[in-house]
């Protein structure tokens, strides 16, 4: 039993330690977002009327987007942390929660970065265009280093969640 007990104190540090980190990056995208929504590009600042068309369209939506998927993770993150960390838990409701905050986050990071190419679209226009096309690439470097890296415990997480299960299943039971 001691063996058990010392494992779920392992878990519970694990979670704990890792849902702290990735709720600190997906308040900070939360932080950007916001900030960002609030200095559209091509706004009309005599009239404070935004021009909702072409980039600055493209903008707005992922902008909001992102906002959207970063505060949702955010939420499932802070969600974990308030956990009361059972045993049961582990099986099904925090590896659930772990996975969905992973996709939101990623999300987030994906619509961030579409935000910041239309912006830098919009800024850079005509005048240096032959840069442009290789700063956006560059903006999918994160997004990638983000997926390979996370792929392992998100992986890991999905086969032992939805994968088959260790436990053999009740008779008669339907959960």
Not at 71 to 77: E, I, P
Not at 82 to 92: I, N, R, V
Not at 116 to 129: G, I, S
Request: aromatic share 12%; hydrophobic share 50%.
């Amino acid at each position: 039993m001691t063996n058990h007990e010392k494992l779920l104190e392992n878990g519970q540090k694990w979670v704990k330690d890792t849902t702290d980190k990735y709720m600190l990056i997906s308040t900070l995208i939360t932080t950007v977002l916001f900030a960002a929504a609030f200095a559209t590009p091509e706004t009309n600042n005599d009239s404070n009327i935004v021009r909702l068309k072409g980039y600055v369209l493209v903008f707005t939506i992922f902008d909001g987007l992102g906002l959207f998927f970063s505060v949702a993770a955010t939420l499932l993150f802070l969600a974990i942390l308030t956990s009361p960390y059972e045993l049961l838990d582990f099986l099904d409701s925090l590896p659930k929660k772990i996975i969905m905050g992973l996709f939101s986050l990623f999300l987030s990071l994906v619509c961030m970065l579409m935000a910041f190419a239309a912006t830098l679209t919009l800024v850079l226009d005509k005048t240096m265009e032959q840069v442009l096309i290789p700063i956006i690439l560059l903006t999918s470097f994160p997004l990638t280093l983000f997926g390979v890296l996370q792929h392992p415990l998100l992986f890991q997480m999905m086969k032992s969640t939805y994968g088959p299960s260790i436990f053999p299943r009740a008779i008669g039971s339907e959960a």
